[in-house]
């Protein structure tokens, strides 16, 4: 997001979570494309992995589907549906139990009112209105700089409404870990995964989980650089 001309110092604010963020990218990549080569001993498919487990919570109103992309599985409360990639859906591997589980440990989560989950829901307006008003408020107030009233205030308010998307990305972070808790509980204690086959499903679940750990950091950054452009500007 550059404003003005020329190199941005505060860009170098960013470069550690762009760096991180690759990484990230790249670590749920190769971890996922190494255990979908490992056969779950189990033999099931995430699809009936997603609904063993929901059986044995008592979960009867959620429907499993397969959606088209290559890691596009979520949990869409709204619809009760666990959506699973294809890779996933009919998936027999250690990668497709272990996201299949960690999907349905959302639908836990909304089935026992997980608290944090509820917190995310109910910012997940406010952070898609954030996200939306806050570049273009911040740019405008930017380019008007102190000069009249409206520049500090456009730009203060960009700040708060980015505000808002970096703490749904807070927020975000406890119901992803505790998807992942949930889930590897699911599978060991059900016998799902054999002894042997635990760190696999453990080290496809962390991967997963440092993608909403950059995407924090990152948004982070970018907040604490908003400031820093505002004040430059008094």
Not at 125 to 154: C, D, E, M, Q
């Amino acid at each position: 997001m550059p404003f003005g001309f020329g190199f941005d110092p505060t860009m170098i604010l960013l470069l550690p979570a762009m760096g991180f963020a690759l990484w990230a990218q790249f670590k749920v990549k190769s971890t996922y494309e190494k255990f979908s080569e490992v056969p779950a001993s189990s033999g099931v498919t995430g699809r009936d992995m997603a609904r063993a487990i929901m059986t044995r919570n008592g979960v009867s109103d959620v429907n499993v589907e397969a959606v088209g992309g290559t890691l596009s599985d979520h949990y869409d409360p709204a619809a009760k549906s666990v959506r699973l990639s294809e890779g996933i859906y009919d998936g027999r591997s250690i990668s497709a139990i272990a996201v299949a589980a960690h999907e349905v440990g959302h639908v836990l989560q909304h089935h026992q009112g997980y608290f944090p989950m509820q917190l995310r829901a109910t910012f997940v307006p406010v952070a898609n209105l954030g996200s939306a008003l806050a570049t273009p408020l911040f740019f405008i107030g930017f380019l008007f700089g102190a000069k009249t009233p409206f520049g500090p205030l456009l730009m203060d308010a960009g700040i708060l409404f980015f505000a808002a998307a970096v703490l749904f990305h807070v927020v975000t972070l406890p119901v992803e870990f505790d998807a992942s808790k949930r889930a590897l509980a699911q599978l060991t204690s059900s016998g799902s995964v054999m002894p042997q086959e635990v760190a696999g499903a453990k080290k496809v679940l962390d991967a997963a989980a440092l993608t909403y750990i950059a995407a924090a950091a990152m948004a982070a950054l970018q907040l604490i650089r908003l400031v820093l452009l505002r004040n430059s500007r008094r």
